[in-house]
């Protein structure tokens, strides 16, 4: 069976320092890679997507950044974090090619900035 | 512009009081519906995806109905167990991304 794996489960890091979180999925090959933003009681905002490794879509400008070094394995990284980057930052993961593409979440990061 | 919208925004019940929890969308060509539990500080887990009007799922003491507007999460008998927010997404044809609802938070009282 396929599982989801996202570490550190919470973080507090000061602004202006760099984040990295990482996300890794077992039992399945060339998952489509998805990472989420959750704000406290609004819907799940997309980041970033990847179909496949060194394949990045970014859907919203910031500061962060995505990089997908091997096929499941997957990134969230930036230079420098902003207070506005606090969230829970979620990692999920979809089969290719499926008619409705459903997605499995992982446990998730609570990423605080002071 | 596509839209999902989750209603109520919580909903309290007593244990064993059946109700239903509402998404209603606006998509151009549905290519499926999701629905999904997510507990306090945990990923979304998912519970159903329907493809088309008329298609019902059933799983425990939930079933998931859908129109050509919405669908319903109908929950029969909850117990403090199923206290949750419940999350409905869609994805249209022309699309990969999900297009997420805000959420339910359902609490149920022993």
């Known amino acids: 069976s396929q599982t989801i794996h996202q570490w550190p489960a919470t973080l507090v890091q000061p602004v202006g320092s760099p984040l990295s979180l990482e996300c890794t999925v077992e039992?399945?090959?060339?998952?489509?890679l998805y990472w989420y933003r959750q704000a406290a009681g609004r819907g799940l905002q997309l980041l970033f997507y990847?179909?496949?490794?060194?394949?990045i879509s970014s859907e919203v400008p910031q500061n962060l950044s995505a990089s997908r070094p091997q096929d499941r394995q997957f990134i969230l990284s930036s230079k420098k974090l902003l207070l506005s980057d606090s969230g829970f930052y979620l990692c999920?993961?979809?089969?290719?090619?499926?008619?409705?593409?459903?997605?499995?979440f992982g446990p998730g990061t609570r990423l605080t900035v002071l | 512009e596509d839209q999902v919208t989750q209603s109520p925004e919580a909903l309290r019940l007593q244990e064993g009081e059946s109700s239903s929890l509402n998404c209603s969308y606006t998509v151009s060509g549905l290519r499926g519906l999701f629905w999904y539990r997510q507990d306090p500080g945990k990923g979304p887990e998912f519970l159903f995806t329907l493809y088309s009007a008329g298609e019902e799922k059933e799983k425990e003491r939930l079933k998931a109905t859908l129109t050509k507007k919405e669908s319903f999460l109908h929950i029969t008998a909850p117990k403090p167990e199923d206290s949750a927010t419940y999350l409905c997404a869609v994805q249209a044809n022309s699309n990969y991304q999900l297009i997420w609802g805000a959420g339910t938070k359902l609490i149920i009282k022993p």
């Open positions: 039992g399945t090959s060339n998952p489509n």
């Open positions: 990847s179909v496949g490794i060194g394949q």
């Open positions: 999920a993961w979809s089969g290719a090619g499926g008619v409705a593409d459903t997605q499995y």
